[in-house]
């Protein structure tokens, strides 16, 4: 994620926002939701990006930093 400069998600939240926040706590806040079932992702930013004939375009999903996978 970090070596694709990756998008803030809906919520606007960044990489370097969840490091000062701390990774190891959002992780034991997830696995805690996650094993309460109280786990919810959230909707993800749609944004549309150009193809490569530069007349259409195609949506990409952006989902917040924590509903990512590596």
Aim: net charge positive; proline share 7%; hydrophobic share 35%.
């Amino acid at each position: 994620m970090r070596a694709n400069r990756g998008a803030a998600g809906i919520d606007g939240q960044t990489i370097a926002e969840v490091e000062t926040y701390g990774v190891a706590r959002m992780l034991d806040e997830l696995r805690l939701q996650l094993v309460t079932h109280r786990y919810r992702p959230a909707p993800v930013r749609r944004v549309y990006i150009p193809k490569a004939d530069g007349v259409s375009r195609r949506p990409l999903g952006i989902p917040r930093v924590r509903d990512r996978g590596t």
